[in-house]
Nanobody
Framework: QVQLVESGGGVVQPGGSLRLSCAASGSIFSINTMGWYRQAAGNQRELVAEIGGGGGTNIADDAKGRFTISRDNVKNTVTLQMNSLKPEDTAVYYC????????????????WGQGTQVTVSS
């Protein structure tokens, strides 16, 4: 069974930085796309940033210039470096992996992490 475990969330002051990390574990052959979504209280879950297997990225407009995403295809990890954080960034951040192929099934599946809380407040 594939699991995604997030870390790095916490409380930070406006203008501060956080680095979120996500590690995918299990009998994984490959992962197509890894990314981060967030869901603020009362809102729908939205894409923050994603990165394909070849390194191509897609970043939400309000995160461009502040957030960067990277991945390690050997360790099956993805990180989100968040700088210049704003109170509006407060949300639960979820790691996502799409197009995951395992050694056992050789079938493509998608997975979500449990989420990590990011709170930006003075």
């Amino acid at each position: 069974q594939v699991q995604l475990v997030e870390s790095g969330g916490g409380v930070v002051q406006p203008g501060g930085s956080l680095r979120l990390s996500c590690a995918a574990s299990g009998s994984i052959f490959s992962i197509n796309t890894m990314g981060w979504y967030r869901q603020a209280a009362g809102n729908q879950r939205e894409l923050v940033a994603e990165i394909g297997g070849g390194g191509g990225t897609n970043i939400a407009d309000d995160a461009k210039g502040r957030f960067t995403i990277s991945r390690d295809n050997v360790k099956n990890t993805v990180t989100l470096q968040m700088n210049s954080l704003k109170p509006e960034d407060t949300a639960v951040y979820y790691c996502n992996a799409r197009g995951v192929i395992t050694w056992a099934t050789w079938a493509s599946s998608d997975y979500w992490g449990q989420g990590t809380q990011v709170t930006v407040s003075s």
